[in-house]
């Protein structure tokens, strides 16, 4: 039998700083945080190492960014397990992944979203404002999106985090960051002209007035929580296979076992025996998966329609 496994053990040199970022693909955090690195190996004494996953949906999936920075040499051939600096890109996350599994006792955990201070009680599901008060977790809040747009980036926030990042990470003196981020964005950018270098620029400038700390209240440790998210996916898709046909049984079955672990980020912990032979996948699943990674929602006007059917 496999021996228990216990609590996380951080064999990392003293001085270690472990960063974690969820991104949303083609938003930029991926490419901004492979910057960040080359900027901080290069001109820093601290050595850096780096490690990105990234969905099979490309873009619009899941990016997570592992990266570590330290005074010794990094020899660490995995993950990052326990988290200094948690950075949440995207505010539909916190409801479809948990998002606190891997943050550190004490740790700083940010969140891109479109909420107040006052609406984070009502928007983070109960699992993740536990772990934040039973960690004591220094949360912070800024609509990077907004701010974004206002400079006319779109959905492009990388610049935007990656300030946020030097700012509350600790991981050198935010000044000097600052002036290699900005020198950063011109030989990024300098190619597309000085009109988006210059909205990069605003971008980082109006980040650090974005930046709201939120209370974690005491009570938060004492919450109850419930299966979460998950759960509720498997229970649906047990429902909708109830006296259904072979195929929407099948379905139902491949979203429960395979689909909601997998969507859920759990995918590496399943079986190879939990897979079909030869790689089939069912018809009819993608109505378990909504991702809800729209920034906004088009409402349709009908008395402006032309009945185009298109």
């Known amino acids: 039998l496999s021996l228990p496994i216990g609590d996380w053990l951080d064999v990392l040199p003293k001085g270690t700083t472990e960063c974690m970022f969820y991104g949303l693909g083609s938003d930029g955090t991926v490419g901004a945080n492979k910057s960040a690195v080359k900027l901080i190996a290069l001109n820093t004494e601290l050595h850096a190492q780096a490690y990105f996953e990234y969905d099979a ?27 200094d600096y948690l950075a949440v890109h995207k505010e539909s996350y916190v409801q479809k992944y948990d998002m606190t599994r891997y943050l550190k006792p004490g740790g700083v955990c940010v969140i891109n979203c479109t909420w107040s201070e006052q609406e984070l009680a009502d928007r983070l599901p109960a699992r993740m404002r536990r772990d934040l008060a039973q960690r004591r977790a220094r949360v912070y809040i800024i609509d990077a999106t907004k701010i974004a747009v206002q400079a006319g980036l779109g959905k492009r926030i990388n610049m935007i985090m990656q300030s946020v990042f030097f700012k509350l990470s600790g991981v050198m003196p935010y000044e000097a960051a600052l002036e290699l981020l900005k020198g950063s964005i011109k030989k990024m950018y300098g190619k597309k002209g000085e009109k988006v270098v210059q909205m990069n620029i605003d971008g980082v400038n109006a980040s650090l007035a974005g930046i709201v700390e939120c209370p974690v209240p005491s009570a938060w440790a ?3 929580v419930d299966g979460g998210n998950g759960a509720a996916a498997a229970a649906a898709a047990e429902r909708n296979g109830a006296g259904a046909s072979a195929t929407a049984v099948a379905a139902a079955v491949f979203a429960r076992e395979i689909q909601q672990p997998c969507n859920s980020l759990d995918g590496n912990d399943l079986p190879v025996s939990t897979f079909q032979a030869g ?8 109505q378990y998966e909504k991702r809800g990674i729209a920034i906004s929602v088009p409402r349709v006007d009908m008395d402006k ?6």
């Open 305 to 310: 329609c032309t009945q185009c059917n298109k």
């Open 57 to 83: 949906k490309k873009s619009g999936g899941v990016t997570i960014s592992h990266l570590r920075f330290g005074p010794l040499p990094i020899h660490a051939p995995y993950n990052v397990r326990s988290a």
């Open 279 to 286: 790689g089939r996948v069912p018809l009819g699943t993608s």
């Open 222 to 224: 004492d919450l109850d």
